[in-house]
C-alpha cells in the first residue's frame, strides 16, 4: 500500500471500465532510480546512491534492490524495469558476469516474492561497454555480435526468471557515425538476424510476453536504425517481425526525432503496435535526451487520449526518468515519481472526459461522414477505380468548398475540460 498521497492517482478508482492501476502500470527504471546521480558531460555526480558500499559490489547490487523495493512500495509501483548490467557488474567474463547476475537475480526475484512487485520488461545493455563502440547487433565483428547475443540470451533468460511482460531492444549503438566506413543494408540485415534468433529463443524457454524495440532518432550514435516508429514499423515488417514486436514509445525520442509524443503514440498504434512507454520528456530548448520525470498535463492528457483509444497497453508506463542534477537528495526521487504520477493520473482523468463529454469525436465523425455512403463508401471498400472516381466527379460538377477544420474551436474544447 502506497504511503504517498497522491492528488488524482487512486489505483482503484474506476476510469473508462478499468482500474486507474490497470491503466497506467507504472514501472520504475532500474537505471535511473538507483543508479543516476548526477553526472553529465560537464560534471560528476551531484547526488550519492553508493549507500556507503564499493561502487560495482555486490553488497551494492543487493542493497540497491532493497532500496527500489522500499521505495516502489512507499510509492504505489507495481513493476520495474531492468538492464542486465544495472543488476550486476560486469565480471572479468562472460562466464563470471552470468553467475553475478544469476546471484542479485535470485535476491530480487524473492524481494517480488515477497512484495508482490513484478517485473515490466527486461533488457540487455550493448552501448556502456567499449567492445560495442562500433554496435551490437551491427557490429563490424562476429565475436562482437556474438558477445552481444550472448547478453540478448540471458537477458531474456532473466526476464523469464523475473516474470517480465516484455523484452526490450534499444539500439544504442546500433547506427552508425559516419556511412563512410559503413555498410547500412548488412548491417540492418544482421540486426534483424539477432532479433530473429531472440525471438526463437524466447519462445523456447517459455517467453510469451512482447518484444518491443524503442525508436530513437540519434544519441549516442549521429544516426540510430530504430529513427522513429515508423521507420521502425517499416523494418519489423519488412524483416517478418511484426508478429512479435511491438513499439516501446519514449516521449523525449520523439521530441529527438522531431515529432511530438503524441504523433509517435498514433503512429505505433496505427500499426497495431503501441506495446508500452517510456514516460519522461526532455526540455525543448536543451535538445537531447535529458529524461526528465513528466509534468506537462496536455502532454499526458494527449497521451492517455490515444491509450484509451488504442484499448490500453500490454506493456505499461516506465519512468525513464531521472531528477535534474541539483535535485539530489532521496525526497527529491520520491517528489519526482509522485508529481509524474499524478500527472499521468489527471491525464487519463482528463482523456476520459474528452472522450465521454464526446465533442472531439463527434467532429471527426462528422468530419469523414461523407465516407459513409456512396462514392466515399466505395473509396473505403478499397475496391474503387480510376474510371468510377471519373464517373463521379464529371456528375458532381465541382466539389462543395470544404468545410473549416476548426482547430481553435476543439483546442477551446480541450482547454474547457482541463481548465474549465
Ligand atoms: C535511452 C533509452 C534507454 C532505454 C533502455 O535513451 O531510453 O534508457 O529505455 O535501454
Ligand atoms: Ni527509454
Ligand atoms: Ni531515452
Not at 22 to 48: I, K
Not at 381 to 409: C, D, F, I, K, M
Request: charged share 25%; net charge negative; with cysteine.
Amino acid at each position: 500500500m502506497s504511503t504517498i498521497k497522491y492528488r488524482h492517482y487512486d489505483a482503484e478508482r474506476i476510469i473508462q471500465g478499468r482500474k486507474m492501476s490497470d491503466w497506467l502500470p507504472f514501472a520504475l527504471a532500474w537505471w535511473h532510480a538507483l543508479d543516476a546521480a548526477g553526472a553529465d558531460q560537464f560534471g560528476v555526480a551531484t547526488a550519492d546512491k553508493t549507500h556507503g558500499l564499493p561502487y560495482g559490489s555486490i553488497a551494492l547490487a543487493k542493497k540497491k534492490a532493497d532500496v527500489g523495493f522500499e521505495l516502489m512500495q512507499k510509492l504505489g509501483i507495481n513493476y520495474f524495469c531492468f538492464h542486465d548490467r544495472d543488476l550486476a557488474p560486469e565480471g572479468r567474463d562472460l562466464a563470471e558476469t552470468n553467475a553475478l547476475v544469476d546471484e542479485v537475480s535470485d535476491y530480487v526475484l524473492a524481494k517480488q516474492k515477497a512484495t508482490g512487485i513484478a517485473c515490466l520488461w527486461g533488457t540487455a545493455n550493448m552501448f556502456s561497454h567499449p567492445r560495442y563502440m562500433n554496435g551490437a547487433g551491427s557490429a563490424n565483428s562476429p565475436d562482437v555480435f556474438a558477445r552481444a547475443a550472448a547478453s540478448v540470451k540471458k537477458a531474456l533468460e532473466l526476464t523469464v526468471k523475473l516474470g517480465g511482460r516484455g523484452y526490450v531492444f534499444w539500439g544504442g549503438r546500433e547506427g552508425y557515425d559516419t556511412l563512410w566506413n559503413t555498410d547500412t543494408k548488412f548491417e540492418t540485415e544482421n540486426i534483424a538476424t539477432l532479433m530473429k534468433a531472440a525471438v526463437a529463443y524466447g519462445r523456447k524457454i517459455g517467453f510469451t510476453g512482447d518484444f518491443y524495440i524503442e525508436p530513437k532518432p540519434k544519441e549516442p550514435t549521429k544516426h540510430q536504425y530504430d529513427f522513429d516508429a515508423a521507420t521502425t514499423i517499416g523494418f519489423l515488417w519488412q524483416h517478418g517481425l511484426d508478429k512479435d514486436f511491438k513499439l516501446n514509445i519514449e516521449a523525449n525520442h520523439a521530441t529527438l526525432a522531431g515529432h511530438t509524443f503524441r504523433h509517435e503514440l498514433r503512429t505505433a498504434a496505427d500499426a497495431g503496435m503501441l506495446g508500452s512507454i517510456d514516460a519522461n520528456t526532455g526540455d525543448s530548448l536543451l535538445g537531447w535526451d535529458t529524461d526528465e520525470f513528466p509534468y506537462n498535463v496536455y502532454d499526458a492528457t494527449e497521451c492517455m487520449y490515444e491509450v484509451i483509444k488504442a484499448g490500453g497497453l500490454t506493456g505499461g508506463f516506465n519512468f525513464d526518468a531521472k531528477n535534474r542534477r541539483p535535485s539530489n537528495t532521496p525526497e527529491d526521487i520520491e517528489y519526482a515519481f509522485k508529481m509524474s504520477i499524478d500527472t499521468f493520473a489527471l491525464g487519463l482523468i482528463k482523456a476520459a472526459e474528452l472522450i465521454d463529454d464526446g465533442r472531439i469525436d463527434g467532429f471527426i465523425a462528422d468530419r469523414y461522414a461523407g465516407y459513409n455512403a456512396g462514392i466515399g463508401a466505395k473509396i473505403r471498400s478499397g475496391s474503387v477505380t480510376l474510371e468510377e472516381l471519373e464517373a463521379h466527379a464529371l456528375a458532381q460538377g465541382n466539389p462543395p468548398a470544404p468545410p473549416s477544420g476548426r482547430q481553435e474551436y476543439l483546442e477551446d474544447i480541450i482547454n474547457e475540460i482541463l481548465f474549465g
